[in-house]
């Protein structure tokens, strides 16, 4: 059995600051190539942070919220919902 057949194993909390960033780009009626650009940022890393594969460094969270002109918090999910997903995981350290 491949245990690579599935895709990479991804944190809960990265899929949720993913889904942030997605919601923040879509908002901004933006393709993630349009947006990758704009944030000068590989489009196939970056629809890996979208994803929640990619621990995303903080140079390029800096990078994205510039390019949606938002405060770089308005990136993360709120730590209610980051709560949530920890029930009964571990975060992977």
Same mark, same amino acid.
């Given at each position: 059995?491949?245990?690579?057949?599935?895709?990479?194993?991804?944190?809960?909390? *990265?899929?949720? *600051?993913?889904?942030?960033?997605?919601?923040?780009? /879509?908002?901004?009626? *933006?393709?993630? /190539? /349009?947006?990758?650009?704009?944030?000068?940022?590989?489009?196939?890393?970056?629809?890996?942070? /979208?994803?929640?594969?990619?621990?995303?460094?903080?140079?390029?969270?800096?990078?994205?919220?510039?390019? @949606?002109?938002?405060?770089?918090?308005? *990136?993360?999910?709120? @730590?209610?919902?980051?709560?949530?997903?920890?029930?009964?995981?571990?975060?992977?350290?």
């Amino acid at each position: 059995m491949c245990r690579y057949a599935a895709g990479p194993v991804k944190n809960p909390k *990265l899929v949720l *600051l993913g889904q942030e960033i997605r919601r923040l780009r /879509e908002e901004k009626a *933006l393709s993630q /190539e /349009e947006f990758a650009g704009l944030a000068d940022i590989d489009r196939a890393y970056y629809g890996g942070i /979208e994803r929640g594969e990619r621990n995303v460094a903080a140079l390029n969270i800096i990078k994205i919220a510039e390019a @949606l002109r938002v405060e770089v918090g308005k *990136l993360f999910p709120t @730590l209610s919902a980051l709560s949530r997903t920890m029930n009964g995981a571990r975060d992977g350290r």
